[in-house]
């Protein structure tokens, strides 16, 4: 019976068939193999399979966090015990530091910055600069003068050069006794 079936057929027919047959076999083993990597991959849908995480990176990242808050509670603990520090600027000498900074400089005498740093080891070179340059020179008690050897210096060493010198204007001796008489030296 089955061999008249076939032989009714027409032979278009039966190429027809057999082209339906392989099409739908292709279909059937691209929908298998798509469910063997969603399967591989961890699930997901069938727009995004699942994204594979990289534990490693993760356990580096939790090891730097765990190092980085045990130093911070060690300097804590550190902070905690460690003996003060001396105390600076109004608090240990009892006047502003540009009050201070003029009491100490010699009336007549030619400063660099550098100088003060050295008349002031109470205080930051910054923090002298600051005095100096936002306070004393403007308030017209300190006089900013260019340095004739400049250019020279510049020439043979610039990492000595001193564009500007400074020295005590004509007006502050006499604050500078009165401050230095407070400070007791």
Same mark, same amino acid.
């Given at each position: 019976?089955?061999?008249?079936?076939? $032989?009714?057929?027409?032979?278009? *027919? *039966?190429?027809?068939?057999?082209?339906? #047959?392989?099409?739908?076999?292709?279909?059937?083993?691209?929908?298998? @193999?798509?469910? !063997?990597?969603?399967?591989?991959?961890?699930?997901?849908? %069938?727009?995004?399979?699942?994204?594979?995480?990289?534990?490693?990176?993760?356990?580096?990242? @939790?090891?730097?966090?765990?190092?980085?808050?045990?130093?911070? %509670?060690?300097?804590?603990? #550190?902070?905690?015990?460690?003996? +003060?520090?001396?105390?600076?600027?109004?608090?240990?000498?009892?006047?502003?530091?540009? *009050?201070?900074?003029? +009491?100490?400089?010699?009336?007549? !005498?030619? &400063?660099?910055?550098?100088?003060? %740093?050295?008349?002031?080891?109470?205080?930051?070179?910054?923090?002298?600069?600051?005095?100096?340059?936002?306070?004393?020179?403007?308030?017209?008690?300190?006089? #900013?003068?260019?340095?004739?050897?400049?250019?020279?210096?510049?020439? $043979?060493?610039?990492?000595?050069?001193?564009?500007?010198? &400074? !020295?005590? +204007?004509?007006?502050?001796?006499?604050?500078? @006794?009165?401050?230095?008489?407070?400070?007791?030296?």
């Amino acid at each position: 019976m089955k061999l008249d079936l076939e $032989e009714k057929l027409d032979p278009r *027919k *039966k190429l027809d068939l057999e082209k339906k #047959q392989e099409v739908e076999a292709r279909a059937l083993e691209r929908a298998l @193999a798509r469910i !063997r990597r969603m399967r591989e991959n961890g699930g997901g849908s %069938r727009a995004r399979p699942a994204v594979k995480v990289d534990w490693s990176k993760h356990a580096r990242k @939790a090891a730097n966090t765990r190092k980085r808050r045990a130093s911070r %509670r060690k300097r804590e603990i #550190q902070a905690q015990n460690a003996p +003060a520090l001396p105390r600076r600027g109004v608090a240990k000498l009892g006047l502003p530091g540009w *009050k201070v900074l003029l +009491a100490r400089m010699e009336p007549g !005498r030619v &400063y660099r910055m550098a100088d003060f %740093r050295e008349l002031m080891p109470e205080y930051s070179y910054s923090g002298i600069k600051t005095f100096v340059l936002s306070k004393l020179v403007p308030g017209g008690l300190i006089e #900013q003068l260019d340095n004739p050897e400049y250019e020279r210096m510049v020439a $043979e060493n610039p990492a000595y050069s001193v564009r500007y010198l &400074y !020295r005590m +204007a004509e007006k502050a001796p006499y604050l500078a @006794a009165e401050w230095r008489s407070a400070l007791g030296e």
